[in-house]
């Protein structure tokens, strides 16, 4: 089995009130079948044993779906490998050698918490604040009562399969959280379900997003190249029209929510 | 200990209504006045804190993750079952309930299963008028497909994401209470011990995993959805932070721990391929309906790439002994005769430690007969997926692939209220031992879940607020001082005793420990040699664990210890557990107690019952109470898949 | 604090507003590129296209005032907006790798701020007689055939204008397409064509304007 040498360039920052700096390590014996994490793993070993703080990056399924793990590894969230969270990136990915840099995810609204991890509570917000169907416990009708074309259910399926990882956020030249919301709302806003709360869902959601103080879209699709789920760009459009709706029918004002 | 079941009697059809219909209710005027404590965010948990927040009660609800919706449940692929009999195939709640009794291996209660399929059929109306985007037909019904070898298409699915959309569905019915101030999310936030006061479960103290802060937390009820303790294999399909934490603090204050040696082995995930693995991945089980499993016939050709293996070197010993099911046999027999096989030596891939431990997963009879476009319109994914960790294209390259711990069927014990033993603590979804017996089946622990903490749960937890007395207590009261200190003491001693190796290693031995003697088959010999090692590594743990930093800042290797302390202790019960059993049954299999034909043989006369053990103090052997099974329903019989 | 929000003070109600303008502003290059372009038919037809343009009276001052307050609109909103971008990244990554977008896309703030000060340096340039910049004689609108030739004469000026409108043709190489994205009428069965079409026009816009002053100044136009 072939291993191979890194040098990894780490952000290291012991809190939130820590101005951070980049540590510089070794990666020694690293077997291409290992994951990125396991590598990091492996590298906190020897830190643990140096009598160094391991460093702390989020993670917990290591199977692509829970979205806990990111970070930016030489300068792509989630690394190089296309539709892939770092968990599932593999080391055969890199080269003897190489030197990585590790950032964590940069954006306001996503307040590091310490090393690599950051605190992506405002995406729950923006969920809270219309990112929901309200349909009380035991009062649905018959499943079936409801019949869905294939296709919506398939476009709304794509749309539901975001992580809620934040990559988008990392990569958008702008830290936009648009992405995001766009596939949060448009999963909802696409089924019949969804559509009883669909204007004040979309009004509510673009709310708390521009509360959390994201930037805004200028259509870099970044953040698509970036998604480990391959979230189309599409939904942004759908959102901003979705939006112009809500914003043309309203009767009522629009508030941002306390945070 | 006498364990009452409390499970009605009487016609099972009507035992759940009846027993729904005896039970006190809460004034919606008084709810605000009752606090509620959920302790974790899965489909459990998450569904429940939800019902219960919109239902107007005062709820705070804890998970480790950064998000509830986070936790383990959104790993699920392959789907959740539903007696909805909308492909008009003979399914009914009847027919799901005699399955899982039978799946089980008849070790589990009758009444709880039949609750279970009865209203899994309102578990597919809630998810859907959430606007789970559940896979559907041209016509606009929804689709369902056949898992796990069940005769009939039960199983309702979400693209191979059907846990995450579950579990956004309960997500998102979450957020909307926690922006309603009905719930009152903390997450990042681990429960390390129970409140106890006058015998009842009153509060839990936490540590704030971010500030390190301890917190002692007060409520009415305690309801605990902590998921399954599959992690102390290490190595298993489960995410890095599951642990039994939870289940073991509230264990050690007098909840009984029931069948901890039933775990379920998956027999399709991605074998280990070195020394610094951290975590296994499960291939959908789907991949068996086309893939046809084999090892070379000659120990020589164990290294050649298996294109160089002709076609008459090649066993294919799932079909060779089970003509009529061939690959697709139940999840247990699939693996243990893997294990078999690479026990022989046959095993293929990478050798770790010294083994090889892998089995062909060949799709190259399927690509030929259906063309490579179908294949891959049915397991596209899952080859991708594939590729991705192992570097290997399984259209061209058998797969490898090897079991791995996947579920623990065993759980805190809890009666038909999901009670545990200690009053006023509920235990819900992975975390509980209720509904599957000795071996769960495909698709049916989202069932369980969701059933738990969208029906069961928030009626059951009702009547006991409705009934129990509403005594005031602060957090000057003694108990509530004590557990904070216990929990503080605990850290301090983690942290002070700056040993020589990483939380990790031992974690890892533990791992080896268990999957080597209380894995796939047990052995008597094997669990008591597992037994003295599993407590030589607890001392040695408690001497020479190195954990760095503070208590007050955000730590890993702290979190961890503190885990990996109490899988310490869960392991050795489980090998007593299985130690206990001398027989086999669903996942539990005892080399003793096999058939002829090397399946599993269950003894109803001696171990029809669910063993459920007692804490006695650290150290010190933990002592068995039985809870008898009757079965008048679905009469016991043999498994045969020949 | 909760506080009333109107649709213009979100940023896609901003960005809708950027995309709205930018169509107008879009618009009025394309028709100005046009009547430009008749400098090649001779000085009869160009100054007979300016001076039928300025008899035009009231509705040349309407079109002005929907330039001029599109403009302003135009250039508030990109500042609020990049702005509020600027401090939704307070740390910047030390390594960034773009992989889909596009140089024209990253410098939209720098090819709109070049164009604003071009737009200014050419109204002085061109339309207001008496501060003529440049080496060359400004003669009243109706001249305005002279004043082009005099104008593009001088070769910094043309060099000024040729560059100008590749940062022009760089602002609409993103604008022209982004603003469907931003208001919401992609759809990924017509994404292609649309672009296509967006792209031409954004091109067409910058080769026509940059033939005029490439063609006085080679002589090609007297
Ligand atoms: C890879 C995989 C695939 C599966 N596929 C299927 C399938 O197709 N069909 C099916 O039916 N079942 C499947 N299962 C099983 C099923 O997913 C789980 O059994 C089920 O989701 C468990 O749900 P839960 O709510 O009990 O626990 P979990 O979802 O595990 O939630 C546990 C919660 O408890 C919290 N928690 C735990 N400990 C603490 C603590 N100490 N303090 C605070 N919070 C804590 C966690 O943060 C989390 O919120 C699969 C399981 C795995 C691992
Ligand atoms: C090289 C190409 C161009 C040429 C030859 C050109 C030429 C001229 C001339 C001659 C005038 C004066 C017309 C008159 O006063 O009657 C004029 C006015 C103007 N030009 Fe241009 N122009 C060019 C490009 C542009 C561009 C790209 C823009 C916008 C970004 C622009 C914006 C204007 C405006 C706003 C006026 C004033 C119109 C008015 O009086 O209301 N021009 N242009
Ligand atoms: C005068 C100063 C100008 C400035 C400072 C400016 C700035 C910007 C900026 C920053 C953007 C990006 C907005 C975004 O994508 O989020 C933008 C977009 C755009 N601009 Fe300009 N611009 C200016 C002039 C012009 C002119 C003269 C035109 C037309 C000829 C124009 C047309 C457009 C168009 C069409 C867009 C696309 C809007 C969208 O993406 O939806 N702009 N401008
Ligand atoms: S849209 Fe993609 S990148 Fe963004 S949070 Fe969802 S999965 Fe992650
Ligand atoms: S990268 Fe950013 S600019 Fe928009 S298209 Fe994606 S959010
Ligand atoms: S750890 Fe769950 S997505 Fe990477």
């Known amino acids: 089995m072939s291993t191979i040498n890194l040098v990894l360039h780490v952000w290291r920052q012991t809190g939130s009130d820590d101005k951070g700096s980049f540590e510089t390590y070794q990666a020694k014996d690293?077997?291409?079948?290992?994951?990125?994490?396991?590598?990091?793993?492996?590298?906190?070993?020897?830190?643990?044993?140096?009598?160094?703080?391991?460093?702390?990056?989020?993670?917990?399924?290591?199977?692509?779906?829970?979205?806990?793990?990111?970070?930016?590894?030489?300068?792509?969230?989630?690394?190089?490998?296309?539709?892939?969270?770092?968990?599932?990136?593999?080391?055969?990915?890199?080269?003897?050698?190489?030197?990585?840099?590790?950032?964590?995810?940069?954006?306001?609204?996503?307040?590091?918490?310490?090393?690599?991890?950051?605190?992506?509570?405002?995406?729950?917000?923006?969920?809270?604040?219309?990112?929901?169907?309200?349909?009380?416990?035991?009062?649905?009708?018959?499943?079936?009562?409801?019949?869905?074309?294939?296709?919506?259910?398939?476009?709304?399926?794509?749309?539901?399969?975001?992580?809620?990882?934040?990559?988008?956020?990392?990569?958008?030249?702008?830290?936009?959280?648009?992405?995001?919301?766009?596939?949060?709302?448009?999963?909802?806003?696409?089924?019949?379900?969804?559509?009883?709360?669909?204007?004040?869902?979309?009004?509510?959601?673009?709310?708390?997003?521009?509360?959390?103080?994201?930037?805004?879209?200028?259509?870099?699709?970044?953040?698509?190249?970036?998604?480990?789920?391959?979230?189309?760009?599409?939904?942004?459009?759908?959102?901003?029209?979705?939006?112009?709706?809500?914003?043309?029918?309203?009767?009522?004002?629009?508030?941002?929510?306390?945070? | 200990m006498d364990l009452q079941s409390k499970a009605p009697a009487g016609d099972i059809e009507t035992r759940w209504s009846r027993h729904k219909f005896n039970m006190k209710l809460v004034n919606p005027a008084n709810r605000h006045k009752y606090n509620v404590i959920v302790v974790g965010t899965g489909l459990a948990?998450?569904?429940?804190?939800?019902?219960?927040?919109?239902?107007?009660?005062?709820?705070?609800?804890?998970?480790?993750?950064?998000?509830?919706?986070?936790?383990?449940?959104?790993?699920?692929?392959?789907?959740?079952?539903?007696?909805?009999?909308?492909?008009?195939?003979?399914?009914?709640?009847?027919?799901?309930?005699?399955?899982?009794?039978?799946?089980?291996?008849?070790?589990?209660?009758?009444?709880?299963?039949?609750?279970?399929?009865?209203?899994?059929?309102?578990?597919?109306?809630?998810?859907?008028?959430?606007?789970?985007?559940?896979?559907?037909?041209?016509?606009?019904?929804?689709?369902?497909?056949?898992?796990?070898?069940?005769?009939?298409?039960?199983?309702?699915?979400?693209?191979?994401?059907?846990?995450?959309?579950?579990?956004?569905?309960?997500?998102?019915?979450?957020?909307?209470?926690?922006?309603a101030g009905t719930v009152e999310m903390f997450p990042?936030?681990?429960?390390?011990?129970?409140?106890?006061?006058?015998?009842?479960?009153?509060?839990?103290?936490?540590?704030?995993?971010?500030?390190?802060?301890?917190?002692?937390?007060?409520?009415?009820?305690?309801?605990?959805?902590?998921?399954?303790?599959?992690?102390?294999?290490?190595?298993?399909?489960?995410?890095?932070?599951?642990?039994?934490?939870?289940?073991?603090?509230?264990?050690?204050?007098?909840?009984?721990?029931?069948?901890?040696?039933?775990?379920?082995?998956?027999?399709?995930?991605?074998?280990?391929?070195?020394?610094?693995?951290?975590?296994?991945?499960?291939?959908?089980?789907?991949?068996?309906n086309d893939g046809r499993v084999w090892v070379p016939k000659k120990k020589e050709d164990i290294q050649k790439s298996p294109a160089d293996i002709p076609e008459e070197d090649r066993y294919y010993y799932l079909e060779r002994i089970y003509p009529s099911f061939g690959n697709l046999v139940p999840r247990d027999i699939a693996s243990r005769r893997a294990k078999e096989m690479c026990d022989q030596g046959l095993g293929v891939g990478p050798e770790v430690d010294g083994e090889r431990r892998g089995v062909y997963l060949d799709f190259g009879d399927a690509v030929q007969?259906?063309?490579?476009?179908?294949?891959?319109?049915?397991?596209?994914?899952?080859?991708?997926?594939?590729?991705?960790?192992?570097?290997?294209?399984?259209?061209?390259?058998?797969?490898?692939?090897?079991?791995?711990?996947?579920?623990?069927?065993?759980?805190?014990?809890?009666?038909?209220?999901?009670?545990?033993?200690?009053?006023?603590?509920?235990?819900?979804?992975e975390a509980n031992f209720s509904d599957h017996g000795a071996n769960r089946l495909g698709a049916s622990a989202l069932m369980q879940g969701l059933s738990d903490g969208y029906f069961v749960l928030p009626a059951t937890v009702a009547n006991y607020l409705a009934t129990a007395e509403k005594v005031e207590i602060d957090q000057s009261h003694p108990e509530v001082q004590a557990a904070v200190q216990s929990v503080r003491d605990r850290m301090e001693k983690l942290l002070s005793i700056n040993g020589e190796r990483s939380v990790d290693s031992f974690h890892r031995e533990l791992g080896k420990i268990i999957w080597g003697y209380c894995g796939m088959a047990r052995t008597k010999e094997g669990l008591e040699t597992a037994i003295e090692k599993v407590k030589a590594l607890r001392a040695e743990f408690w001497k020479n664990v190195r954990v760095l930093g503070g208590s007050e800042e955000l730590n890993v290797s702290l979190e961890k210890a503190g885990r990996v302390a109490d899988f310490l202790e869960l392991g050795e019960l489980m090998c007593r557990d299985a130690l206990m059993r001398s027989e086999s049954c669903g996942g539990h299999f005892r080399e003793e107690s096999q058939?002829?034909?090397?399946?599993?043989?269950?003894?109803?006369e001696n171990y029809q019952f669910v063993g459920a053990w007692e804490w006695q103090g650290e150290e010190q052997e933990q002592v068995l109470h039985k809870e008898a099974l009757e079965f008048e329903y679905v009469k016991p019989s043999q498994r045969s898949y020949k | 604090m909760n506080q009333a929000l109107t649709f213009i003070d979100t940023t896609i109600g901003k960005k809708i507003v950027m995309a709205l303008t930018g169509v107008v502003m879009f618009g009025f290059v394309l028709g100005h590129m046009a009547g430009n372009l008749q400098v090649f038919l001779g000085p009869d037809a160009y100054n007979a296209y300016a001076v039928g343009i300025h008899k035009l009276g009231p509705l040349l001052w309407l079109a002005r005032g929907v330039l001029l307050l599109s403009l302003a609109m135009h250039i508030a909103t990109a500042m609020q907006l990049v702005a509020q971008s600027a401090a939704a990244r307070p740390v910047a990554y030390k390594v960034k790798k773009n992989n889909k977008t596009t140089f024209a896309a990253l410098t939209m703030k720098y090819s709109g701020m070049w164009l604003l000060g071009v737009l200014l340096y050419h109204l002085a340039h061109f339309t207001f007689p008496g501060i003529a910049m440049g080496d060359y004689q400004h003669q009243h609108f109706s001249a305005v055939y002279t004043n082009v030739i005099n104008g593009f004469s001088v070769p910094w000026v043309t060099a000024l204008y040729i560059i100008s409108m590749c940062f022009l043709g760089m602002h609409l190489f993103h604008g022209s397409y982004s603003l469907f994205q931003t208001v919401g009428l992609n759809n990924p069965l017509r994404n292609g064509t649309v672009k296509f079409i967006a792209q031409s026009f954004a091109l067409l816009v910058t080769i026509g304007n940059i033939l005029i002053p490439l063609s006085v100044l080679l002589g090609l136009v007297k």
């Open chain 1, 30 to 259: 690293v077997s291409e079948h290992s994951s990125f994490l396991e590598m990091l793993d492996q590298v906190n070993e020897t830190l643990v044993a140096d009598g160094t703080m391991p460093i702390a990056f989020d993670h917990d399924c290591r199977e692509g779906i829970c979205g806990s793990c990111g970070m930016v590894i030489n300068g792509t969230p989630h690394g190089p490998q296309k539709a892939t969270t770092t968990c599932q990136l593999h080391m055969r990915q890199f080269k003897d050698g190489d030197e990585v840099w590790i950032e964590p995810w940069r954006a306001n609204a996503f307040p590091v918490v310490r090393d690599l991890v950051v605190d992506r509570g405002s995406f729950d917000r923006i969920i809270g604040a219309g990112g929901f169907v309200t349909a009380r416990t035991g009062s649905a009708q018959d499943a079936n009562a409801l019949p869905i074309a294939k296709g919506i259910a398939d476009q709304a399926m794509d749309a539901a399969a975001c992580i809620g990882c934040g990559a988008c956020v990392a990569a958008c030249p702008n830290a936009s959280a648009m992405l995001f919301t766009a596939a949060k709302a448009g999963h909802l806003n696409l089924l019949p379900q969804g559509q009883p709360e669909k204007e004040s869902r979309t009004r509510n959601m673009v709310a708390q997003m521009e509360a959390e103080g994201f930037g805004h879209c200028t259509n870099h699709y970044e953040c698509m190249d970036a998604c480990p789920k391959g979230i189309d760009v599409e939904f942004i459009a759908k959102l901003n029209r979705d939006f112009v709706a809500a914003t043309v029918t309203a009767r009522a004002p629009l508030n941002t929510r306390a945070k």
């Open chain 2, 45 to 179: 948990g998450g569904a429940l804190a939800a019902t219960l927040g919109e239902q107007g009660y005062n709820v705070k609800a804890f998970c480790y993750q950064d998000s509830p919706r986070r936790a383990h449940s959104i790993a699920a692929q392959g789907g959740i079952n539903s007696a909805k009999n909308y492909p008009n195939d003979g399914d009914s709640v009847f027919r799901l309930f005699y399955d899982t009794v039978k799946g089980g291996d008849f070790r589990a209660r009758e009444s709880n299963v039949y609750r279970l399929a009865e209203v899994s059929v309102n578990i597919i109306d809630q998810c859907v008028s959430q606007g789970v985007p559940f896979a559907r037909e041209y016509g606009g019904l929804l689709a369902n497909r056949s898992f796990g070898g069940a005769q009939v298409s039960r199983t309702f699915y979400a693209r191979g994401q059907t846990g995450q959309q579950l579990l956004l569905g309960a997500y998102q019915s979450l957020s909307k209470q926690i922006d």
């Open chain 2, 188 to 288: 990042r936030t681990e429960m390390l011990e129970l409140i106890k006061v006058d015998g009842k479960a009153r509060g839990i103290v936490t540590r704030n995993m971010v500030s390190g802060e301890i917190e002692s937390h007060l409520a009415d009820v305690v309801v605990l959805c902590t998921g399954g303790y599959g992690n102390v294999f290490f190595l298993s399909t489960n995410a890095m932070g599951c642990n039994a934490t939870a289940t073991w603090r509230a264990h050690r204050h007098g909840a009984l721990f029931a069948n901890p040696c039933y775990t379920q082995i998956h027999p399709t995930c991605i074998p280990v391929s070195g020394e610094n693995q951290s975590k296994l991945t499960l291939m959908s089980e789907s991949l068996r």
């Open chain 2, 369 to 429: 007969r259906l063309g490579k476009k179908a294949v891959e319109e049915r397991y596209g994914n899952l080859f991708e997926m594939y590729e991705r960790i192992t570097g290997e294209d399984p259209y061209t390259t058998p797969m490898r692939i090897y079991p791995a711990t996947h579920y623990t069927m065993g759980g805190l014990w809890v009666d038909y209220n999901l009670e545990s033993t200690i009053s006023g603590l509920f235990v819900g979804g």
């Open chain 2, 595 to 604: 058939t002829e034909e090397g399946e599993a043989k269950r003894d109803d």
